[in-house]
C-alpha cells in the first residue's frame, strides 16, 4: 500500500498539529494501522496504533496523554493530533499499515517532518 503522510511542520512547545494519512488507489479499510517516528541516529520508534475499524488503540508511552490516533474509513484517512508538542517530539513522522494484528508493519511512502521549538 502506497501511503502519504501530511501535515507537518515547525512550530513552538505547546502547539498542536494534526498529521493525516491517506493512500492514493487502495482503501485502507482492512489494514490495522499505525503513526511512527524517527530522527537521525535513532531507531523508529513506535507513537500509536489504531485497529481496523477503530476499535482499539495504543500508544507510546511518551505520547500517552497528548497524542490521539483516529480513522475515516470513508475519506480513506487516518490522523494523528499532537497536542502540547515538545521539542522531543521533532521526528519524520510515518504512518504504516498491516493486515494482521500481530504482524509486521509495512512502511509504504515518505513521511512528514515535525519541528518543535523551544
Known amino acids: 500500500v502506497q501511503l502519504q503522510a501530511s501535515g507537518g511542520g515547525l512550530v513552538q512547545a505547546g502547539d498542536s498539529l494534526r498529521l493525516t494519512c491517506t493512500s492514493s488507489?487502495?482503501?485502507?479499510?482492512?489494514?490495522?494501522m499505525g503513526w511512527f517516528r524517527q530522527t537521525p541516529g535513532k531507531e523508529r520508534e513506535f507513537v500509536a496504533s489504531?485497529?481496523?475499524?477503530?476499535?482499539?488503540?495504543n500508544y507510546g508511552d511518551s505520547v500517552k496523554g497528548r497524542f490521539t490516533i483516529s480513522r475515516d474509513d470513508g475519506k480513506n484517512t487516518m490522523y494523528l493530533q499532537m497536542n502540547s508538542l515538545e521539542p522531543e517530539d521533532t521526528a519524520v513522522y510515518y504512518c504504516?499499515?498491516?493486515?494482521?494484528?500481530?504482524?509486521?508493519?509495512?512502511?509504504g511512502g515518505q513521511g512528514t517532518q515535525v519541528t518543535v521549538s523551544s
Open positions: 504504516a499499515t498491516k493486515t494482521i494484528l500481530t504482524g509486521p508493519y509495512n512502511f
Open positions: 488507489g487502495r482503501t485502507l479499510r482492512g489494514y490495522h
Open positions: 489504531i485497529s481496523r475499524g477503530g476499535g482499539g488503540t
